[in-house]
T-cell receptor, first 120, second 107 residues
Framework: QVQLQESGPGLVKPSDTLSLTCTVS???????WGWVRQFPGKGLEWIGT?????????NPSLKSRLTISIDPPKKQFSLRLTSVTAADTAIYYCARLFGRGATIDGHDYWGQGILVTVSS | DIQMTQSPSSVSASVGDRVTITCRAS??????LAWYQQKPGKAPKLLIYAASNLQSGVPSRFSGSGSGTDFTLTISSLQPEDFATYYCQQANSFPFTFGPGTKVDIK
C-alpha cells in the first residue's frame, strides 16, 4: 500500500511563499505525482501534476505563482506557491496518479492532507 | 479549459436506494473520467476510472457509464458507509478539472 505524507508549515503570512513537500513510501517512475487543494467546506481544485522526468502541468489560475518539482532519489515532490493571500487557505493534498500508456486515468493514492492557513 | 458540472448538487436517500449522479463535460472527453468519494475529514478515494472501470477494492454496487460529454455514477443499493460527497474529474487534457461535487445524505 503506497503512502504519501504532506509536510510543511500550517501557517503562512500573506505575501510569503508556501512550500510543501510530499514524501512517498514507494516511489516508481511509472507513476505521476500531483497536488490538489480543497478550500474550507468547498470542492476540489486541481493544482498540478508532475512526471518523473520533471515535466509539470499547472492550473492556469496559479501558473505565474506556482512551481512543482520532483526529487526521485529522495522519493519526494514539492509545491511552491508565491505571494499567497487568504484565498490560498485550503487543505492541500498530494496524490499519486496512474495511467495506461501515455494517458493518465486518475489520482489513485492520496496523502491525508495538510491544512494551510494564510494569515498574519 | 474543460468545465465539469454535476447534478444534483445534493440528494437525500435511504439505505437500499438506487442513486444516480450525473456529470457533464463542457466538451468531449472520450472516456477520460474518474469518480471519487470523499467523507468528512478524509482524503478523496478513487472509485471509478476511465468512465466505467472499477478501482480495485471498490464494492461492485458502484458503477460508472458514459462517454463524450455525459457520464453517470450509479450506486445500486446504498449502504450506510456510502453517505459522502462524490466528485467527477476529467483526465482528458490538462488542466485537469473536478466537478463541484454531489452530496449524498440520509433521508
Amino acid at each position: 500500500q503506497v503512502q504519501l505524507q504532506e509536510s510543511g508549515p500550517g501557517l503562512v503570512k500573506p505575501s510569503d511563499t508556501l512550500s510543501l513537500t510530499c514524501t512517498v513510501s514507494d516511489y516508481s517512475s511509472v507513476y505521476y505525482w500531483g497536488w490538489v487543494r480543497q478550500f474550507p467546506g468547498k470542492g476540489l481544485e486541481w493544482i498540478g501534476t508532475i512526471f518523473h522526468s520533471g515535466i509539470s502541468y499547472s492550473n492556469p489560475s496559479l501558473k505565474s505563482r506556482l512551481t512543482i518539482s520532483i526529487d526521485p532519489p529522495k522519493k519526494q515532490f514539492s509545491l511552491r506557491l508565491t505571494s499567497v493571500t487568504a484565498a490560498d487557505t485550503a487543505i492541500y493534498y498530494c496524490a499519486r496518479l496512474f495511467g495506461r500508456g501515455a494517458t493518465i486515468d486518475g489520482h489513485d493514492y492520496w496523502g491525508q492532507g495538510i491544512l494551510v492557513t494564510v494569515s498574519s | 479549459d474543460i468545465q465539469m458540472t454535476q447534478s444534483p448538487s445534493s440528494v437525500s436517500a435511504s439505505v437500499g436506494d438506487r442513486v444516480t449522479i450525473t456529470c457533464r463535460a463542457s466538451q468531449g472527453i472520450s472516456s477520460w473520467l474518474a469518480w471519487y468519494q470523499q467523507k468528512p475529514g478524509k482524503a478523496p478515494k478513487l472509485l471509478i476510472y476511465a468512465a466505467s472501470n472499477l478501482q480495485s477494492g471498490v464494492p461492485s454496487r458502484f458503477s460508472g457509464s458514459g462517454s463524450g460529454t455525459d457520464f453517470t455514477l450509479t450506486i445500486s443499493s446504498l449502504q450506510p458507509e456510502d453517505f459522502a460527497t462524490y466528485y467527477c474529474q476529467q483526465a482528458n487534457s490538462f488542466p485537469f478539472t473536478f466537478g463541484p461535487g454531489t452530496k449524498v445524505d440520509i433521508k
